[in-house]
């Protein structure tokens, strides 16, 4: 082992000569979450002085506009008098913070709400219950184990953390990315090809050489959230970086708020992958929910009065801390920063109104 060498590389590195080269999946999985050595197991990442910084960490607006959002989906849907409010992958508990105390405008909305933080990390759950002295929040380890009943819920940042498989388009199939060892270092390789079911209807519109991407837990989670919501009203709102249909390699590591690589020190930066929103729409679509079009973040904000409620908190403001509100407000929203590059999606059950700020597929 060399003194660079992280304890997770080591151990990844034992396995793979026992057994051979992982599914990038797997080596995702183990970077992130690895109970003692995982990215999100080991720290709080969020921040200036961490490695990236997520909206919610930029204003309390984004938190204040998706309650807006919810509660509005909340006096539509008839005011139910217990629903879940749940979060899928909270970071700090900023935005679910932030949500709960723009509900507190309205007594019995915050009255009726059962937060609920769904969150692997022990670190992370830990930095959560401080932020949130003072809610009644609960932490579950998966949405299936969130109790029934109507179900509000916000993921941002949340499936772009979850593990993906690539695969390189072949002329008889498709080889899929592993992770082994060259001259003992961790690299990536290809496994000789095969068809894949999930990938036929991606002959059509790929070539041989071109890359697409899976997120195998991805289906499920969303599809549950849908039957819930079908089933027992509510609102689901996704908020990431991503697409319309997966093409192209698109992982990424971050450290230091830096491009890193993927491989080099596994376990001490962020990897993320593109989310795929075709993807959830499609899990979505099992269900008796309507799907919204997928729209830019900025928009999204700017429909539920971002830029309103900026202007009645910079007047309570002056000097540097009137313009780093004024920053974080264009850093949101603006096109070439946040606005564009991060994407919202939304659910509701069939039949009932669209959820503030999105609109409807044409
Ligand atoms: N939503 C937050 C944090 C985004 S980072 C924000 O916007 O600031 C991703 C979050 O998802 C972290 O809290 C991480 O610990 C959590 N996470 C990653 N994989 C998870 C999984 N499989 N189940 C639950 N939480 C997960």
New binding site residues.
């Given amino acids: 082992m060399s003194a660079a060498e992280t304890p997770l590389a080591g151990i990844l590195k034992a396995r793979i000569a026992a057994q051979g080269p992982m599914p990038l999946s797997d080596y995702m999985a183990e970077c992130?979450?690895h109970p003692r050595h995982g990215y999100?197991?080991t720290r709080d990442?969020?921040g200036a002085a961490g490695d990236f910084i997520?909206?919610?960490?930029i204003s309390q607006m984004f938190g204040e506009m998706i309650g807006v959002c919810l509660a509005q989906a909340w006096l539509d849907q008839g005011e139910p008098g217990h629903f879940v409010l749940a979060?899928?992958?909270?970071?700090?508990g900023?935005?679910m913070a932030d949500v709960l105390r723009s509900f507190r405008k309205l007594p019995a909305l915050h009255a009726a709400a059962r937060p609920i933080l769904?969150?692997?990390?022990a670190t992370?759950r830990a930095r959560q219950a401080e932020t949130l002295a003072g809610e009644r929040a609960e932490w579950r380890?998966?949405i299936a184990d969130l109790p029934e009943g109507p179900l509000f819920l916000v993921?941002?940042?949340?499936f772009?953390?979850?593990p993906i498989r690539q695969f390189q388009r072949d002329a008889a199939g498709w080889r899929e990315v592993q992770v082994g060892l060259t001259d003992g270092r961790l690299t990536p390789g290809l496994t000789a090809p095969s068809p894949i079911a999930e990938l036929d209807h991606r002959l059509s519109d790929t070539r041989p050489g071109e890359v697409v991407e899976l997120c195998p837990?991805l289906p499920a989670i969303a599809a549950e959230a849908a039957r819930r919501i079908g089933a027992q009203g509510g609102v689901a709102l996704v908020i990431d970086y991503g697409g319309w249909h997966s093409r192209g390699d698109t992982l990424q590591a971050l450290s230091g708020h830096a491009p890193a690589d993927s491989f080099a020190a596994p376990g001490t930066a962020?990897l993320t992958a593109h989310v795929d929103f075709e993807a959830i729409a499609r899990a979505w679509s099992l269900a008796d929910v309507a799907v919204t079009d997928i729209i830019p973040q900025g928009v999204f904000l700017e429909r539920l009065g971002i830029t309103a409620r900026a202007e009645a908190l910079a007047a309570r403001l002056s000097g540097t801390a009137q313009s780093a509100h004024i920053a974080a407000h264009r850093r949101l929203t603006h096109p070439e920063e946040m606005g564009n590059l991060f994407k919202v999606i939304g659910c509701h059950p069939a039949g009932t109104a669209i959820p503030a700020g999105l609109w409807p597929v044409s």
Avoid at 118 to 121: L, N, P
Avoid at 155 to 158: C, L, P, S, V, W
């Fill in positions: 992130l979450l999100y197991s990442p969020f997520t909206a919610p960490e979060e899928l992958g909270p970071g700090r900023t935005l769904v969150e692997a990390s992370l380890d998966s993921a941002n940042e949340f772009d953390a979850l837990a962020d």
